[in-house]
C-alpha cells in the first residue's frame, strides 16, 4: 500500500524545513503556515521515496529526504507525471500542475543532484489543492486517475 512517509513545511524563504507529523491541509492555504502555501500552481510539493533514492544513487550519497525541499515524502506509488493529473492523500485532494523543476540548491546540497533529479520527473510534482484535509504520516496515497 502507498503512504504518506513525510511532512514538512518552510515558514520562510531559503528557511529551514520544519518535520511534521500531521499537518492541515486547505484549499486557499495549503499546508499550514507554508510559505508557498498561498502560490496557485505550486500550493504543496510531493517527492516519491523511489525517485529520490534513484536520484541519490547516482550521486553516491544517501541523503534525507528533505534535502529536496518538498512537502510530502510519498513511498510505493508512481506519482503521475501529466498536469491535470489527481493524487488523493487521506482525505486530501490534490491536482498535478506541473513538474517540481530541480533548482541550484540541490547542486549546493551535493553535486550532481540537480542533473540526477531532471530525468522523468523525479524531483516530484508541484499541485494545487483541491479537497482540504488533515494530514497525517502513514496515510494511504492513491493515483484517482
Known amino acids: 500500500m502507498a503512504k504518506l512517509i513525510g511532512i514538512a513545511r518552510a515558514i520562510k524563504v531559503r528557511g529551514p524545513l ?3 507529523s500531521e499537518v492541515g ?8 503556515l507554508d510559505r508557498r ?3 496557485k500552481g505550486a500550493q504543496v510539493t510531493v517527492l516519491a521515496r523511489e525517485d529520490w533514492e534513484a536520484a541519490c544513487a547516482e ?5 534525507a529526504w528533505i534535502t529536496r525541499r518538498a512537502n510530502l515524502y510519498v513511498e510505493g506509488i508512481d506519482l503521475p507525471r501529466v498536469a491535470g493529473a489527481r493524487l488523493r492523500i487521506g482525505d486530501v485532494v490534490l491536482e498535478v500542475k506541473q513538474e517540481t ?3 541550484s540548491r540541490m547542486e549546493e546540497a551535493r553535486p550532481g543532484l540537480r542533473a540526477a533529479l531532471e530525468p522523468d520527473w523525479r524531483g516530484g510534482v508541484r499541485c494545487d489543492v483541491l ?3 488533515i494530514l497525517t504520516l502513514g ?3 492513491e493515483n484517482l486517475d
Open 131 to 133: 479537497t482540504g484535509g
Open 25 to 32: 491541509v486547505s484549499v486557499d492555504g495549503g499546508l499550514e
Open 139 to 141: 496515510a494511504s496515497v
Open 101 to 103: 523543476d530541480p533548482c
Open 37 to 39: 502555501g498561498r502560490v
Open 18 to 20: 520544519e518535520e511534521l
Open 59 to 63: 550521486t553516491g550519497e544517501p541523503l
